[in-house]
């Protein structure tokens, strides 16, 4: 599928980009791999890594930018929507940049997808997005709804809007761990709140999942990776194992659990062996056999959250990835 086609990755030079970047030129064979992104720099420095790949290309632009869009997207298969505003506090502050970013630059790219004919656009959300309380998953949530609704304008076109949404990558730029690595020879740490939990993701696992909904999507589904969760103050425990924990209190928009799934969208959420996938609640496609496949329904009182996780991320495991991955993280702190 994959194999002698043109994929398009907006924001491609972020921690995801450059995994999934290194994933296709490995695993596939495309005729051409666009990076789109607004940073020449970030460019210009990825570009050092592939001295030799003529399958590889780079293309300055804004997804803001409708017409600089569809100069990119002309004869593009395959698209992957990485780009986004995504630090909280910076969205509060700064809404109006968020909202062109994220709302319109996403109505943006899918505007120039149907036009242009592309089969399939996988974006990427994030569990703010569900039940969101700040501005940025906000945004993400109305970005996901976009996405979604845009399958009803197909039409006769061969086009597939779908979303994955992901927890904390691990290791990625401006993530927890990069942080706690930054100030691991402080005496203290700050910490927001003592019970704060998160989900982590590996950025090979995020990759994985936007494999395997390309491949997957008959249009409008979320793709839910199931993951573990940890407790925060574990985590700090883990990479500053001797420092005095400061308690600094929550910080605007942020949540002291994160939810991937919500009570609401119990009734649409079907359950497979490595990921959950939510079904579009519009146009009765929640129902369609051809979208639910193997899956199983969830019980009604359903919820994905990150203190109420089966699986958690043991201190042991995490050792074992930080130093496997410490090459990671101290680029993305080196940033």
Known sequence: MIDKSTILITGGTGSFGKKFVEYILNEYNPRKLIVFSRDEMKQWEMSQLYPN???????????????????????????????????????????????????????????????????????????????????????????????????SYSGERDTKFAVVRYGNVMGSRGSVIPFFN???????????????????????????????????TVGGEIYVKKIPSIKVTDLARTIIPNAEHIITGIRPGEKIHEQMIGYEDARYTYEYDTFYKILPSINSWYSDPARIKNGKKVRSDFAYTSDSNTDWLSQETLKEWLQKNKGLIETEIAK
């Open 53 to 151: 790949e003529k399958r590889l290309r780079f293309f300055i632009g804004d997804i803001r930018d409708k017409d600089r869009l569809k100069l990119a997207i002309n004869n593009v298969d395959y698209v992957v929507h990485a780009a986004a505003t995504k630090i909280i506090p910076t969205a509060e502050y700064d809404p109006f940049e968020c909202v062109k970013t994220n709302i319109n630059g996403a109505m943006n790219l899918i505007e120039v997808c149907l036009e242009k004919q592309v089969k399939r656009i996988i974006a990427l959300s994030t569990d703010k997005a569900s039940s969101p309380i700040n501005l940025y998953g906000a945004t993400k949530l109305a970005s996901d709804k976009l996405f979604i609704a845009a399958n």
């Open 182 to 216: 930054s100030i691991k020879n402080n005496t203290t740490v700050p910490i927001t709140h003592p019970d704060m939990t998160r989900f982590m993701m590996t950025l090979d696992a995020s990759v994985d999942l936007v494999d395997f909904a390309l491949k997957d």
